[in-house]
């Protein structure tokens, strides 16, 4: 288990003082696949590298299985960072090494033997599928392969944690398929535990359970996914989640949307089904029950993770305050209800 607990990080620039990390707290279970999230400069980086002390913090206590690497030693933190592997979106592989030899070099430093190393390394080409490539230099390689060199180089020192920076940033669909699908692998198999930052939402939500959503160098709020993804508690998490699941509202009905209230328009609403749970008996019920009119503007169904998610916008037309009774009699139940504004 990872808890990072009060952790402050500052740079200082030449004219100003930059907070990029402001009292972050949160833990992270062994063995998951944990996402951060958020906008360019947010602190995703900072985050991560604090987490093997590469970037230190200025205060709070990084815990990894109750040990805080903060106060560690040089001798016992270069120890605890082989039980932590990192990658880069940019690979970060020694050009004038081959494949073979980009995985064997934490080997090397830390002194293992040749036959040993030979067994290692051989066997991380068959887990990253590169054992025809093993002669091959860095620039021979495809983008894909090379974060896959990147991979079983992070796997050399059998870390139980993986830290992943913005790992798929720079490979196409496919290529960012395939090393998903490793990651994932790593992840049930050897039970390596996962931190991976990214910009892309799709990434988050194909293959991790929580994650953190970082803006301006604060937590703004971690979670499960399909809490994130349905019920987002802040404004910067629900525009994350809408650029992610297409959620854009259609030009026409943008337009005309205005955010103050006028009693003489309708309320724009969008209703967020987790499971089973299903926009028609809600409407209809809303109907039944209150002297309102349901337009359904736009429906989609997502799938996070196994979980369906089900997004529907409607138009709602009637008095403002049977609309409001109505939102409010729906709140205990597991239907998320958001006024998008009115039209
Ligand atoms: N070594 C450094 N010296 C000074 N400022 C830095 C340094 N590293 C990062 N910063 C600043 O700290 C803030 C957070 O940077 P960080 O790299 O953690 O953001 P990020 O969320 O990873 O962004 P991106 O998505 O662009 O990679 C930014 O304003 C950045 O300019
Ligand atoms: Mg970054």
């Known amino acids: 288990m990872i808890q990072i607990k009060n952790l402050y990080k500052t740079y200082v620039l030449e004219d100003r003082v930059l907070p990029a990390l402001q009292d972050i707290s949160l833990t992270i279970q062994r063995g998951e ?7 360019s400069g947010a602190g995703k980086s900072t985050l991560l590298r604090s987490l093997n002390l590469l970037e230190k913090p200025d205060r709070g206590q990084i815990l990894v299985d109750d040990v805080d690497l903060t106060t560690l030693s040089a001798s016992r933190l ?16 020694l050009l004038s ?25 051989s066997s991380l080409l068959d887990l990253v599928q590169l054992q025809d490539h093993k002669y091959h230099y860095p620039q021979q390689l495809s983008g894909g392969q090379k974060q896959r060199v990147a991979i079983a180089r992070a796997l050399s020192t059998k870390p139980e944690i993986l830290l992943c920076d913005e790992a798929t940033s720079a490979l196409d669909p496919k290529s960012t398929a395939s090393v998903l699908a490793l990651l994932k692998e ?47 508690a802040s404004e910067i998490t629900r525009q994350l989640v809408q650029k992610a699941l297409h959620l854009e509202l259609p030009d026409a009905v943008k337009a005309g949307l205005q955010s103050e209230p006028d009693p003489a328009k309708s309320l724009l609403v969008r209703f967020t089904f987790l499971g089973d749970d299903s926009s028609q008996p809600l409407i209809s019920t809303l109907v039944r029950k209150f002297d309102i009119s349901i337009n359904i503007i736009q429906a989609n169904i997502e799938t996070i993770q196994e979980a369906t998610v089900g997004f529907t916008v409607c138009q709602i037309s009637g008095d403002h305050d049977i609309i409001g009774q109505a939102l409010a009699y729906i709140k205990p139940t597991s239907v998320n209800a958001e006024v998008l504004g009115y039209v």
């Open 33 to 39: 696949i944990f996402g951060i999230f958020g906008e």
């Open 78 to 93: 270069k120890e605890q960072r082989r039980n932590i592997g990192m990658i880069f979106q940019h690979f970060n592989l």
């Open 97 to 121: 090494r081959t494949v073979y030899e980009n995985i064997a070099l934490p080997l090397e430093l830390i002194g293992m033997p040749k036959a040993g190393i030979h067994r290692e390394v």
């Open 186 to 232: 790593i992840n049930s198999r050897l039970g390596v535990t996962i931190i991976l930052i990214t910009h892309e939402m799709d990434v988050i939500k194909q293959v991790c359970r929580r994650a953190a959503v970082l803006s301006d160098g604060k937590l703004v709020e971690y979670g499960s996914i399909i809490e994130l993804f349905a019920r987002p």
